[in-house]
């Protein structure tokens, strides 16, 4: 299986400033199609997850341009400037270039 | 708008069985694969099983293979989970997500396993 090894596991930010997250995997996700199935959801408490970024970079319908992620092959990091209350919640990177999918452990979003 | 509608979660005894459905709207439900994620209480996301466009390719996590079966009713947008011989460790909270870069998910249904 693919390790997903995400960080920090907590997170202190002050409203307005900027932040980022790790994750890491444990084997390429570059897929035989070229493409890198790499993703990053937002849960916010008592909510689904929501999907904020796909393959690695691409910003989903909604979300807004604060949020960016980049990273290639085994790294990649989700960027958030700006931080507004709304942010606020756990983070989590997942891989579905490779079965079974896995998750990231989760990093929480909080202010200081 | 997408929607996605589980239903059929409740509690039940260790070894029993359970069947959770996940009603689609709002896109072409026979257009994309979809997948069941889990989430135990207070922990993080768990990939349970993905399901082809077409229901002819299913692929599921080691520890519910031969206890789990996902399906499809393309004809009524509706996705499955069959859930055999239960164990406490399944008790978690069960999302359905729509495609292969999951980017719509249900509300979620409570499934607890508990003598």
């Known amino acids: 299986d693919v390790l997903m090894t995400q960080t920090p596991v907590s997170l202190p930010v002050s409203l307005g400033g900027q932040v980022s997250i790790s994750c890491r995997s444990s084997q390429s996700l570059v897929y035989s199609d070229g493409n890198t199935y790499l993703h990053w959801y937002l849960q916010k408490p008592g909510q689904s997850p929501q999907l904020l970024i796909y393959r690695v970079s691409n910003r989903f319908s909604g979300v807004p341009d604060r949020f960016s992620g980049s990273g290639s092959g085994t790294d990649f990091t989700l960027k958030i400037s700006r931080v507004e209350p709304e942010d606020l919640g756990v983070y989590y990177c997942?891989?579905?270039?490779?079965?079974?999918?896995?998750f990231g452990g989760g990093t929480k979003l909080e202010l200081k | 708008e997408v929607q996605l509608v589980e239903s059929g979660g409740g509690l039940v005894q260790p070894g029993r069985s359970m069947k959770l459905s996940c009603a689609a709207s709002g896109f072409t439900f026979s257009n994309y694969g979809m997948a069941w994620v889990r989430q135990a209480p207070t922990k993080g996301l768990e990939w349970v099983a993905t399901i082809s466009y077409d229901g002819s390719s299913t692929y599921y996590r080691d520890s519910v293979k031969g206890r789990f079966t996902i399906s499809r009713d393309n004809a009524k947008s509706t996705l499955f989970l069959q859930m055999n011989s239960l164990r406490s460790e399944d008790t978690a909270t069960y999302y359905c997500?729509?495609?292969?870069?999951?980017?719509?998910w249900g509300q979620g249904v409570m499934v607890t396993v508990s003598s």
């Open positions: 997942l891989q579905s270039t490779h079965f079974p999918w896995t």
């Open positions: 997500t729509r495609g292969w870069e999951p980017d719509y």
